[in-house]
């Protein structure tokens, strides 16, 4: 035996330590990352500065009614004549919020569950059935069945899509976490007396942390689109708040006389959900090369 | 072959059961009493009791549960209120919409995003490559239902080079009309599976192209043309038959949306129809069709994939 096990531990974790700082500068120099990168950035931002246009993004003004694109109202105004660029601002405050909570609950959530049923071989074959079970119906119909039980309310969208979006990343982490368990250092691990905790959260799950990424990143993008849907169905977090999903679905029926109202928050998701696929496809040149685009 | 058909439905019978269970929970997610819930605010106390009998809601939850399951066994998947049928009568009516805009949709996705993919990797890092990535990219960003709306403005409305909404059936009009009636929301339904598949079949054929026998190929002097088609398109098919059933189940997801943009009375009309009407049982047995068929689906789609690629049939 030429290397002890705590040996084969250290120097595993130096390489990890090397290789953090190598990705990073990696995903600097990658084109599509950081267009995406700066895409999202900017539409954070947008977002936080939305108090600062002074309007009430509910605010209604009988007299401004389905004013078009001008100078005091840059996106228009809607059949309340509320200010349509204020609403597209605060609107994506809760759009990113619901796509940013469904990313992190679907990750965490589909992370414990890949991890241990790949630790765990007889918990593996239940687990994987019921996430089968989840994946039988199209995600977007298991999101509309489940939001409708729930309720149209923010936190009812969140989880329907959160729940839809499962077992996607379950899988994508188990497979991985399969991989990881066979190597020698996980050998190592366990002959120097670590315990199945402690291999699955320190051992299989950072192993897994790319794929989990690139996964979380794309189901951000998908979270943006579906929640817009389930709005447009009826769904979704209901009005007055503004979410970009919403003010379309209430600017629909005027679409043919006040085409604007649906069309600058219809732009803004498609921008949103650009960003995040470019930023999910860059992690996955960087990160993880040989991950295929899976729904 | 026959074992390996025989030993992938046994393992669908787990999943279908558990599948069936969390459709029934379904129900019993709604906040309060379910019966209140169908009723609506302005029922009588007498039409809830009556909702509650009719549904069995009265009685206890495990008994009710192997009633779900009884149920099912004989092919019997609920009856809607509102419409008083069958779910499945009701399904099946309406199927013929949704089967048709999802194959038009289909023959408009399979040739154009496994095109487009082929030769993206083909020209790999050319300007023809950052083009179509950017097209495919587009095509799973847009919101389908925007554009749907956007495009009935445009080509039906300002220039009416189409029906903006409504369906013709087949079987009233021939051919023309009922196709006229489908390519536009069939092409909408299709931009976000071109994109899907294009991205899908570049990454694919990139791996292809880079094998040695492509290199073999092109060493021996086989034309170009034989060595793409014959030798790295067909490689390249294995992993896009892989995502077949991820397509179709995308497919027939975004027409449950994109139904409701043109006024296609298909199932998604069906089931956004009984959520505004509180009509649960008509979603639970609409869901829950739909589960069975996609279970199906994917079988079908593993022993399309033993045929395509030999190493499974004789591994």
Not at chain 1, 133 to 151: K, N, S
């Amino acid at each position: 035996m030429a290397e002890s096990a705590a040996t084969i531990l250290a120097s595993g974790e130096a390489i990890a330590a090397r290789r953090r700082f190598r990705v990073l500068r990696k995903l600097l120099h990658h084109r599509s990352f950081m267009v995406g990168f700066i895409i999202v950035l900017l539409m954070v931002i947008a977002a936080l500065c939305a108090p600062l246009t002074g309007v009430d993004p509910n605010a209604m003004r009988v007299r401004m009614r389905f004013r078009p694109p001008q100078e005091t109202w840059w996106f228009g105004t809607d059949q309340f004549g509320r200010d349509l660029f204020t609403r597209v601002l605060y609107g994506a405050q809760l759009s990113l919020w619901i796509g940013l909570s469904v990313a992190v609950l679907s990750g965490v959530v589909g992370a414990a569950i890949g991890v241990l049923s790949a630790q765990y071989r007889k918990l593996d074959s239940l687990l994987m059935r019921i996430m089968d079970a989840l994946m039988a119906a199209p995600a977007i119909l298991l999101a509309i069945g489940l939001g409708a039980a729930l309720g149209p309310q923010t936190h009812s969208v969140i989880i329907a899509l959160a729940v839809a979006y499962i077992p996607r990343t379950a899988r994508i982490v188990r497979a991985s976490a399969l991989v990881t368990r066979e190597l020698e250092f996980i050998e190592a691990a366990r002959v120097s007396g670590a315990s199945n905790m402690r291999i699955m959260f320190k051992h299989l799950l950072p192993n897994a942390t790319g794929p989990l990424l690139v996964q979380s990143t794309f189901v951000f993008a998908y979270a943006i689109l579906a929640e817009a849907a389930l709005s447009f169905l009826g769904i979704g977090p209901p009005p007055p708040a503004p979410s970009w999903g919403n003010i379309i679905a209430e600017g629909r029926q005027f679409a043919v006389q006040a085409w604007w109202i649906m069309l600058f928050p219809g732009f803004a998701i498609s921008l949103a959900a650009l960003g995040m696929n470019l930023l999910g496809d860059g992690l996955r040149d960087v990160l993880d090369p040989r991950l295929k685009v899976e729904s | 072959m026959l074992r390996g058909i025989l030993m992938r439905l046994s393992q669908a019978v787990p999943v279908l059961l558990i599948f069936s269970v969390m459709v029934f929970m379904l129900m019993h997610l709604l906040p309060g009493d379910p019966a209140l819930a169908i009723a609506g605010p302005d029922a009588t106390p007498e039409a809830v009791q009556a909702i509650r009998q009719q549904l069995g809601l009265d009685r206890p939850l495990p008994i009710q549960l192997l009633e779900w399951f009884a149920h099912i066994a004989v092919g019997n998947f609920g009856e809607s209120i509102t419409l008083k049928q069958s779910v499945v009568s009701a399904v099946v009516e309406r199927l013929p919409v949704t089967l048709s805009l999802s194959l038009v949709s289909l023959i408009v996705t399979l040739p154009i995003g496994i095109g487009l993919g082929v030769v993206a990797a083909y020209w790999r890092n050319s300007w023809i490559d950052a083009f179509v990535m950017v097209l495919a990219l587009l095509g799973v960003s847009l919101p389908g239902f925007w554009v749907g709306i956007l495009s009935v403005l445009y080509f039906s409305v300002q220039l009416g080079w189409f029906p903006p909404s409504g369906y013709v059936p087949l079987t009233e009009g021939g051919f023309w009309p009922w196709f006229a009636s489908l390519i536009q929301p069939a092409i909408v339904l299709a931009l976000f599976q071109i994109g899907f598949l294009a991205r899908i079949t570049r990454s694919a054929m990139l791996d292809v192209l880079d094998q040695d026998f492509i290199r073999t190929a092109r060493a021996k002097g086989v034309d170009e043309w034989t060595t793409i088609a014959k030798h790295a398109f067909r490689n390249t098919l294995i992993p896009v038959v892989t995502v077949l059933g991820i397509t179709l189940s995308l497919l027939v997801g975004g027409s449950v949306v994109i139904e409701q943009v043109f006024a296609l009375p298909g199932i998604g009309r069906l089931i956004v129809q009984g959520i505004l009407n509180r009509d649960y049982p008509l979603v639970q047995g609409t869901m829950l069709l739909f589960g069975f068929a996609f279970v199906l689906i994917n079988i079908l789609v593993d022993i399309i994939y033993t045929f395509v690629d030999p190493r499974v049939r004789y591994g």
